[in-house]
């Protein structure tokens, strides 16, 4: 029951974030592998970028991609956070009675790695889909799927079940630096709170202010390596199923840092922090009010 509360809660905030999710898909691939100024901004920031995808591709073009997105959501966030509140409800995260940062931040990792790898076939999916837009505002490279379905059966039959878990390397550390940074702060910030009584014992304000100071370390924390997932995902890749742009995730840190420099790893902060901030606010607080509620 652990595992479908945390997939139903990553769903719920799923349905209002992917919006976000796709500017943000979009901003970091704006310019990829060149120069500053040697392209045409299409998005100048998230309002920017929201604004112009609704003008050229239509308002339901912010929710492109969503089917697989929820499916992600449920089955990556459903085994990543119903394995760590097992895990810290079994008394793994503490020490003496007191959250321990190294093991909450060990736990949240490793059960962040296993849902990911898992769930990396849709989230491959995903960033194709939401990459997709009109030819005057594209960026990166537009495969040509119909839908999710379309997609994982025609990346099945050109590359086999290897190529559905194309790019999964770049989500471990991904998730890695996100789950830790994520489920380490929140339970920490949970406990801070009711150390100092800002809040009554178990009110819904307690699990909401712990996940907004969660997405402010999960943003900061998480966009480089979020930045190089989604190029490596989104590459175009040869008859071979080998990436065309990167060899593989040191090469695209090496080609990034050559072409676009430090200021290529922060490429959509504003919109990773618009996406990541609520995301990571909504699923944290429905997860652990719907664990409350189930508990008792």
């Given amino acids: ?3 479908l509360l945390a997939g139903v809660a990553a769903c719920g905030a799923c349905l209002f974030t992917n919006p976000l999710e796709v500017v943000k898909t979009r901003m970091q691939l704006q310019g990829e592998m060149k120069h500053w100024g040697s392209y045409r901004v299409h998005y100048r920031n998230a309002f920017h970028a929201t604004y112009t ?3 050229r591709d239509g308002l339901l073009a912010l929710q492109k991609g969503l089917l697989p ?3 992600y959501q449920f089955s990556m966030n459903g085994i990543r956070l119903g394995s760590y509140s097992i895990v810290e409800r079994a008394g793994y995260t503490t020490t003496n009675g007191r959250i321990s940062a190294v093991k909450s931040t060990v736990s949240g990792a490793l059960a962040g790695v296993t849902g990911a790898f898992l769930a990396s076939p849709v989230y491959l999916v995903k960033t194709h889909l939401q990459t997709q837009s009109h030819s005057s505002i594209s960026v990166g490279h537009q495969h040509q799927h119909k839908g999710m379905l379309h997609a994982l059966m025609t990346i099945y039959q050109q590359h086999g079940i290897s190529g559905l878990w194309r790019g999964s390397s770049s989500a471990i550390p991904r998730v ?3 789950s830790a940074a994520q489920l380490s702060t929140f339970s920490s910030t949970k406990q801070l709170t009711n150390d100092l009584q800002l809040f009554r014992p178990d009110s819904w ?3 909401l202010a712990a996940g907004m100071v ?3 370390f999960v943003v900061l924390a998480m966009t480089p390596f979020d ?3 989604t190029r490596l995902y989104n590459q ?4 071979a199923g080998k990436g065309v742009f990167y060899q593989g995730y040191v090469d695209c840190i090496a080609k990034t840092m050559k072409k676009e420099g430090l200021h290529g790893f922060y490429k959509g902060t504003g919109a990773s922090y618009f996406r990541l901030g609520p995301h990571t606010i909504l699923s944290l607080f429905f997860w652990d009010e719907l664990s409350k509620i189930y508990r008792g």
């Fill in 1 to 3: 029951m652990e595992f």
């Fill in 53 to 55: 995808i609704c003008r």
């Fill in 69 to 71: 997105a929820l499916l």
């Fill in 176 to 178: 890695i630096v996100g």
């Fill in 205 to 207: 304000t307690v699990s």
């Fill in 214 to 216: 969660s997405s402010v």
């Fill in 227 to 229: 930045v190089i997932s």
């Fill in 236 to 239: 175009p890749v040869n008859k």
